[in-house]
C-alpha cells in the first residue's frame, strides 16, 4: 500500500523534499513510516519522538496505515 | 465561531465589530505582532507557513473547546501566512463574554493552545541576512545552504 508523507519548514528542508510517496506491507504503522523516513539522507535532523499526525489529526506510533493515509511529520510549532 | 487562515493583513477592527454584541459586557483583543528582537538578534522579518489544512482544522477544534468551556460563541480568531515585517499582526483573537472573567480566560486558552498545537511555523529573517527556523520552546534549527 502507498502512504503519502508529509515534511515540514526545518524538516523539508533538510530531506530536500515536503512529500514522499512510500510503499509499505498492508498493517504498518506509523513506526514504520518513521523508521524509512529516517533511513534517508538528511533524516538524521528528526528527533527521537517528532510530532506525527495521521490524515491530519496527532498520532501515536503504534497506529495502523490503511492505503491512501497522509502521514505528517511536524516539527515544533512554532504559530502565534 | 469563525477562524482563519489568511494572506492578507488582519483588520482587527472587524474582529472585534464580528464578535460585538448587546449581551456581551467584556470585548477582548489579542494581537500578537512581530516583533525586532529575539533571543538577542536583530530580526527583520518572519515568513509564516502552515501544514494548511491541519491547522485550520486544529484552530476551529480549539475554538469550539474555547466556546464550550467559556460559554461564547462570540470567539474569532485569523492568523496570517506568508512574508510579515516588523510591528504586522500575525494573530488576532476576538472575543467577547457577558463577563471579563471568561473572555480573559476564553482568550488566554485561545493562544495558548494555539501555540502548542496548531502546525504553524516561523522562518525568521535577520539583519546579518541569514534566517533560521523558530520553534516554540525558542529553540533554533540552522537552515541549511541551498
Known amino acids: 500500500m502507498t502512504i503519502k508523507v508529509l515534511l515540514f519548514a526545518s524538516y523539508a528542508d533538510t530531506l530536500g523534499t515536503g512529500q514522499l510517496a512510500l510503499d509499505f506491507r498492508a498493517g504498518a504503522t506509523v513506526s514504520d513510516v518513521l523508521g524509512r523516513v529516517r533511513s534517508l539522507p538528511g533524516a538524521d535532523v528528526l528527533p527521537p519522538e517528532p510530532l506525527i499526525a495521521v490524515n491530519e489529526r496527532y498520532a501515536r506510533r503504534d497506529q495502523v496505515l490503511s492505503s491512501g493515509d497522509e502521514v505528517a511529520i511536524i516539527p515544533p510549532v512554532a504559530g502565534g | ?146
Open chain 2, 1 to 146: 465561531m469563525r477562524t482563519a487562515l489568511t494572506d492578507q493583513p488582519i483588520d482587527a477592527a472587524a474582529l472585534v465589530a464580528e464578535v460585538s454584541r448587546e449581551g456581551n459586557g467584556a470585548t477582548l483583543l489579542f494581537i500578537g505582532t512581530v516583533r525586532d528582537i529575539n533571543d538577542g538578534r536583530s530580526v527583520t522579518g518572519i515568513e509564516y507557513s502552515a501544514y494548511r489544512s491541519m491547522a485550520e482544522r486544529e484552530m476551529a477544534d480549539i475554538v469550539r473547546e474555547a466556546s464550550e468551556r467559556f460559554a461564547t460563541p462570540d470567539i474569532v480568531v485569523e492568523h496570517r501566512l506568508g512574508e510579515l515585517t516588523i510591528g504586522d499582526a500575525s494573530v488576532a483573537i476576538a472575543v467577547a463574554h457577558p463577563r471579563r472573567g471568561a473572555a480573559y480566560d476564553a482568550s488566554r486558552y485561545v493562544i495558548e493552545q494555539l501555540k502548542k498545537r496548531v502546525p504553524i511555523w516561523k522562518l525568521e529573517h535577520y539583519l546579518d541576512g541569514t534566517r533560521e527556523w523558530v520553534n516554540a520552546s525558542g529553540q533554533h534549527v540552522a537552515e541549511p545552504a541551498r
